[in-house]
C-alpha cells in the first residue's frame, strides 16, 4: 500500500483550479437562491401550522364548527315528524276555534233575537 502525501501546496493549488473552474457570479445566484428558498419554505411552514390549527382547533376550528352544525342538522331531521305532528294538532285547534266562533256567533244573534222579540211582545 502506497500512501499518498499531499502538500499544502499542492491541495492550493487544487483549490485554485476548482475555484478557476466554478462560475462566481452564478455561485451567489445559486447561494442567494438557495436562501430564498429556505425563507419561502419557513413561511410556508408557518402558514401551513396557521391553517391547520384554525382547521383542528378543539374549541372553535372549522372542523368542530362543522360537526356541530352536522348534529344540529340531524337532530332537527330527527323532530321533524314531531313538528309535523304539533303543525296538524296545531291546524286542526284553529279549524275547531273557527267553528266554535261560528256558533257562538249564531247563539249570541238568537239571544239578540229573543231578547228582542220578548221586549216588542210586552210593550
Given at each position: ?47 401551513i ?14 372542523v ?22 304539533a ?11 273557527d ?25
Amino acid at each position: 500500500m502506497g500512501v499518498i502525501v499531499a502538500t499544502n501546496k499542492e491541495i492550493l493549488e487544487q483549490i485554485d483550479d476548482l475555484r478557476k473552474k466554478m462560475p462566481n457570479g452564478e455561485l451567489t445566484l445559486i447561494s442567494k437562491s438557495v436562501k430564498d428558498l429556505q425563507t419561502g419554505q419557513q413561511e410556508l411552514k408557518e402558514d401551513i401550522r396557521d391553517l391547520k390549527k384554525q382547521l383542528l382547533d378543539p374549541d372553535d376550528g372549522v372542523v368542530v364548527r362543522v360537526n356541530k352544525n352536522s348534529e344540529f342538522r340531524r337532530d332537527r331531521e330527527l323532530k321533524l315528524p314531531e313538528f309535523g305532528e304539533a303543525f296538524d294538532h296545531l291546524r286542526d285547534t284553529l279549524h275547531w276555534k273557527d267553528n266554535v266562533n261560528k256558533a257562538l256567533w249564531i247563539l249570541f244573534t238568537a239571544v239578540v233575537g229573543l231578547v228582542i222579540k220578548t221586549l216588542v211582545m210586552s210593550g
